[in-house]
């Protein structure tokens, strides 16, 4: 079996030869070299360099439900899939950088900081999108799940984009009003905002490119049984989704810069994360006041504070219990998947669950 490197060496292949097909395309619809040259900057900058966790999933869950290594052509069908998502992921980056006026992004300046960018990056993040849908168009035009790919990747930026509204409206940076924090709206964020887009999405074109049915029957049962997998898919997913967001802000809490590469700055940029929420619904009333005074301030002193209250009320047991309860949840629903020739199979969601389960990073 070839190495974590290797496999993400021949992922990234894949990108320079869909990148040089997009270039080339743009070339020939006349365009100066200019601009040439500006679009192949933002292809590279924005789209490869990432974790490409949501990407690859795709090729894995491809090779997961036809159960064997895939043939070059299907390889590579999959893989262009994949860079559909990172494409989408690099669209929604740009464009939220510039809306939270963000510093750095994977360890580089944000491409609206770049000298010379600035706010033509709205621009530039609108065409990180319209690729994705040129290279569906290249591909898979020919396919008869070709309407579906187009309707899952609108969908999903639709979805996205409540999340993003929700997230902005609920907490802004630079007006910090807890009252509007729940634990109900976290959840809402995280689903749209993310588990549809990093967790849904990823599968559902590797279901769609392995040909998985709309519905199947179930044999032998009594009554006869009908399986409908997108939906069945969606409600293992997006609760998956929900508990890698909650990990994500906990460790962002918890965990120190040696472990998670970072610093955690969730209380200073007044996230709505869920250490928060779930402080804000257990502590008493002098321990709200001092969150009300001290969350979402950019002051050590002030988030020291609010540690300490994270602290008193035990944030750390409540995640334990929280932890252990949805993937026991998340297991017996994966357990109860009746598998079948040409349909879903258990090892997909259990691939995604042994990623994330007890991660610390």
């Given at each position: 079996m070839s190495s974590k490197a290797e496999r993400r060496a021949q992922f990234e292949g894949v990108f320079d030869k869909i990148r040089?097909?997009?270039?080339?395309h743009f070339a020939g619809e006349g365009m100066p070299?200019?601009?040439?040259?500006?679009?192949?900057?933002?292809?590279?900058y924005n789209v490869p360099g990432g974790k490409l966790n949501r990407a690859m999933s795709v090729v894995d869950?491809?090779?997961?439900?036809?159960?064997?290594?895939?043939?070059?052509g299907e390889y590579f069908k999959a893989a262009v899939l994949g860079w559909c998502v990172e494409l989408l992921q690099a669209y929604f980056l740009v464009a939220d950088d510039i809306m939270d006026t963000s510093i750095t992004r994977r360890g580089q300046p944000c491409w609206y900081r770049v000298p010379e960018v600035g706010m033509i990056a709205i621009n530039?993040?609108?065409?990180l999108e319209a690729a994705i849908y040129r290279l569906l168009k290249v591909h898979f035009r020919s396919e008869a799940?070709?309407?579906?790919?187009?309707?899952?990747f609108h969908e999903t930026t639709y979805q996205t984009e409540f999340g993003q509204l929700i997230d902005l409206i609920t907490a802004p940076e630079d007006k910090v009003d807890l009252s509007k924090f729940s634990l109900e709206r976290h959840r809402l964020i995280v689903i749209y905002k993310t588990a549809y887009y990093s967790f849904y999405l990823p599968v559902a074109c590797a279901m769609l490119v392995s040909h998985i049915p709309e519905s199947?029957?179930?044999?032998?049962?009594?009554?006869?049984?009908?399986?409908?997998?997108?939906?069945l898919a969606r409600s293992i997913l997006l609760p998956l989704g929900e508990y890698f967001q909650i990990q994500d802000?906990?460790?962002?809490?918890?965990?120190?810069?040696?472990?998670?590469?970072?610093?955690?700055?969730?209380?200073?940029?007044n996230k709505c994360s869920w250490v928060v929420n779930t402080a804000i619904k257990l502590a008493s009333p002098e321990q709200r006041q001092i969150l009300d005074e001290n969350y979402g301030r950019k002051d050590a002193e002030k988030e020291k504070k609010v540690?300490?209250?994270?602290?008193?009320?035990?944030?750390?047991?409540?995640?334990?219990?929280?932890?252990?309860?949805?993937?026991?949840?998340?297991?017996?629903?994966?357990?109860e998947i009746v598998e079948v020739e040409g349909g879903l199979k258990r090892e997909v969601f259990l691939s995604f669950l042994g990623k994330i389960y007890k991660r610390s990073k």
């Open positions: 040089d097909e997009l270039i080339e070299e200019e601009a040439v040259v500006w679009y192949r900057n933002n292809l590279n869950t491809v090779e997961i439900l036809k159960g064997r290594s895939l043939t070059e530039d993040s609108f065409m799940y070709y309407a579906d790919l187009l309707d899952l199947y029957a179930v044999p032998n049962t009594t009554p006869p049984s009908t399986v409908k997998p997108y939906d802000d906990y460790l962002d809490f918890s965990g120190t810069p040696e472990q998670i590469g970072k610093i955690g700055t969730d209380i200073v940029d540690k300490a209250v994270f602290e008193e009320i035990g944030i750390r047991k409540v995640y334990g219990e929280y932890e252990e309860r949805v993937v026991g949840d998340l297991n017996k629903k994966i357990g």
